[in-house]
Nanobody
Framework: QIQLAESGGGLVQPGGSLRLSCAAS????VGWFRQAPGKEREFVAA???????KYHASSVRGRFTISRDTGTTVYLRMNNLKPEDTGVYYC???????????????????WGQGTQVTVSS
């Protein structure tokens, strides 16, 4: 079982930046998702086991960047934040590695508790 813990969320003004961290108990294929009130969970970004390949949703491409360190932590750098980026951000781990289904929540076996990101002036 993989344990995940997100941190780094908070309140930020439009145009601001945040860096989210996902501390995992072991290394795996990891994705970030977000969920706004009343909406479905939405794919944000994913990164492969070695970090060689990264995937970003079109809505965040060019503003958000996923990365990972040499250990088990995965980051989500978020720049030029917009009010529509508001939501609870979750990291998730997949023991199946890469697959074409990486943007679907069902691809992932383990989830963190989430961290709130609020973009507002």
């Amino acid at each position: 079982q993989i344990q995940l813990a997100e941190s780094g969320g908070g309140l930020v003004q439009p145009g601001g930046s945040l860096r989210l961290s996902c501390a995992a108990s072991e290394r795996s294929f990891v994705g970030w998702f977000r969920q706004a009130p009343g909406k479905e969970r939405e794919f944000v970004a994913a990164i492969t086991f070695k970090g060689a390949n990264k995937y970003h949703a079109s809505s965040v491409r060019g503003r958000f960047t996923i990365s990972r360190d040499t250990g088990t932590t995965v980051y989500l750098r978020m720049n030029n934040l917009k009010p529509e980026d508001t939501g609870v951000y979750y990291c998730a781990a997949s023991t199946n590695g890469y697959a074409a289904t990486y943007s679907y929540p069902t691809h992932y076996d383990y989830w963190g508790q989430g961290t709130q990101v609020t973009v507002s002036s």
